[in-house]
């Protein structure tokens, strides 16, 4: 995704006063890129075929290999 910032905002509070300052960025998304593979139906990500890299805390995971649930908006 390319996303443009749109706001900056300071971190408050005391759990955050105890960490040190942070700041959160507001983003709009502008474009997506998807592997053409990974396209289903012209209109959505096959979820089956994604596995997003998520970095957390100095380690890096996958998302489940099998899905929990839908939500009642799920339309794929």
Do not use: C
């Amino acid at each position: 995704m390319e996303a443009r910032v749109i706001a900056l905002h300071q971190l408050k509070g005391e759990k955050q006063s105890e960490l040190g300052e942070g700041i959160a960025a507001e983003v709009q998304v502008a474009r997506v890129h998807v592997v053409d593979d990974f396209i289903l139906r012209d209109k959505y990500i096959d979820r089956a075929k994604w596995s997003p890299l998520i970095y957390n805390f100095r380690h890096y995971f996958r998302l489940a290999d099998q899905e929990l649930g839908k939500t009642f908006r799920a339309e794929a």
